[in-house]
């Protein structure tokens, strides 16, 4: 298996613009995470889905950030205008069970 | 206050030297905890999962211990090697994928 896929791995943007990052879970799994790193606050949970439904979203900073898995091998998350404090390494994780699967990370910077 | 404390938090050592890292955590219900290393520009990757009746596991050069009575655990690198450079992530789950993460222990090792 390829593991998680994210895409892109990097993107840089100008503040106002909207931002599209993408995760290919692993088959087979029934839960979806993703998640924003930086090195102030680490590592943290912004929503994950079980069967491709909105579990919990309380860690989505606000409503310019926006997620959706329209199908249990597609997920997207949406930052609609994009600001310089999105600037972070967004990983999206997978899993069946316990055991979490963390993709590469798309690293984001908003000029 | 975070749910799960790292330390130290950064660390550096001599190539073939041991290490200790500690994570103490808050959270609870306790359903398992679990350590993560990442590679500099990559996602996490497992290296141990315990739940509350297992106090040691291995993954080879690693091995993990957790006292749940006192909610700490322990990560123990033997004979560092280069390749074990990376920051090592505690996250405590509380179930139904509730999951706390710890700020991290940033590990050099130097030859």
């Known amino acids: 298996d390829a593991g998680v896929i994210q895409s892109p791995r990097h993107e840089v943007t100008e503040m106002g613009q909207e931002v599209t990052l993408r995760c290919k879970p692993i088959s087979g799994h029934n839960s979806l995470f993703w998640y924003r790193q930086t090195m102030m606050r680490g590592l943290e949970l912004l929503i994950y889905f079980n069967n491709n439904v909105p579990i919990d979203d309380s860690g989505m900073p606000e409503d310019r950030f926006s997620a959706k898995m329209p199908n249990a091998s597609f997920s997207t998350l949406k930052i609609q205008p994009s600001e310089p404090r999105d600037s972070a390494v967004y990983f999206c994780a997978s899993a069946m069970g316990w055991e979490l699967f963390f993709g590469e990370g798309s690293r984001l910077t908003v000029l | 206050k975070n749910q799960v404390e790292q330390s130290p938090q950064s660390l550096i050592i001599l190539e073939g030297k041991n290490c200790t890292l500690q994570c103490n955590y808050t959270v609870s219900p306790f359903s398992n905890l679990r350590w993560y290393k990442q590679d500099t520009g990559r996602g996490p990757v497992s290296l141990t999962i315990?739940?509350?009746?297992?106090n040691t596991k291995s993954n080879g050069r690693y091995t993990a211990t957790l006292d749940a009575d006192t909610k700490q655990s322990s990560l123990h690198i033997t004979a560092s090697q280069l390749s074990d450079s990376a920051s090592y992530i505690c996250v405590v789950s509380a179930g139904n994928n509730d999951m706390r993460f710890g700020a991290g222990t940033r590990l050099t090792v130097k030859p």
């Open positions: 315990m739940t509350f009746s297992e």
